[in-house]
Nanobody, 115 residues
Framework: QVQLVESGGGVVQAGGSLRLSCAAN????????MGWYRQAPGNGRELVAAITMPGRTNYAGSVKGRFTISRDNAKNTVYLQMNSLKPEDTAVYYC?????????WGQGTQVTVSS
């Protein structure tokens, strides 16, 4: 089993920055890709950014140029640096990790951007 522990959410003013972290515990050696998703009230869960084991990245168009995903494979940790935050970035952010037999999800961390 793999447990994902997220941290770093909070309240920030528009234009500010936050950094999310997600550490994978347990049988983390089976993890391949990792990513961040978000879900705003009334909306479905959407991909924000993803990163493969070698480090190839993919971003949603709405965050490209503002958010940066990175990972430390030795620590089984993925990060999301969020700059120039906008009120529309307000959502619960979830960490996801691809395992051998399925995906694992974190509990979610709230990010609120005030205007």
């Amino acid at each position: 089993q793999v447990q994902l522990v997220e941290s770093g959410g909070g309240v920030v003013q528009a234009g500010g920055s936050l950094r999310l972290s997600c550490a994978a515990n347990g049988r983390a050696f089976n993890i391949n890709g990792m990513g961040w998703y978000r879900q705003a009230p009334g909306n479905g869960r959407e991909l924000v950014a993803a990163i493969t084991m070698p480090g190839r990245t993919n971003y949603a168009g709405s965050v490209k140029g503002r958010f940066t995903i990175s990972r430390d494979n030795a620590k089984n940790t993925v990060y999301l640096q969020m700059n120039s935050l906008k009120p529309e970035d307000t959502a619960v952010y979830y960490c996801m990790a691809e395992g051998l037999y399925g995906n694992y999800w974190g509990q979610g961390t709230q990010v609120t951007v005030s205007s």
